[in-house]
């Protein structure tokens, strides 16, 4: 069962751009961490970029610092991951994240009970 729709996977090519939505239909998570992961083949599930509703802060890991930018709109329950200047290595299953609970980690997969389907990013060279 699907608990948070994402949108906006694709094919595109090194340097360019693209930008993905995740939306939690009949649920609010305003006042919870919602996040980005990625997976690639044989690789686990990493970390990519989390917003703390709450708290407003964001945060991302080292590898997309400076590329992608999370953003979410209370109003639609939707976050967001705009990624620029994308690289082959950013080629992944992504998947969007979230929970309805305060603490744990905002950094590990284990700390989340709701997901996205995942949509599949490719960056050719």
């Known amino acids: 069962q699907v608990q948070l729709v994402e949108s906006g996977g694709g094919l595109v090519q090194a340097g360019g751009s693209l930008s993905l939505s995740c939306a939690a239909p009949?649920?609010?998570?305003?006042?919870?961490?919602m996040g980005w992961f990625r997976q690639a083949p044989g690789k686990e599930r990493e970390f990519v970029a989390v917003?703390?509703?709450?708290?407003?802060?964001?945060y991302y890991a080292d590898s997309v610092k400076g590329r992608f930018t999370i953003s979410g709109d209370n109003a639609k329950n939707t976050v967001y991951l705009q990624m620029n200047s994308l690289k082959p290595e950013d080629t992944a299953v992504y998947y969007c994240?979230?929970?309805?609970?305060?603490?744990?980690?905002?950094?590990?997969?284990?700390?989340?009970?709701?997901w996205g389907q995942g949509t599949q990013v490719t960056v050719s060279s």
């Open positions: 917003i703390t509703w709450s708290g407003g802060s964001t």
């Open positions: 009949g649920r609010t998570f305003s006042n919870y961490p």
């Open positions: 994240a979230a929970r309805s609970y305060y603490g744990g980690s905002y950094y590990s997969a284990s700390s989340y009970n709701y």
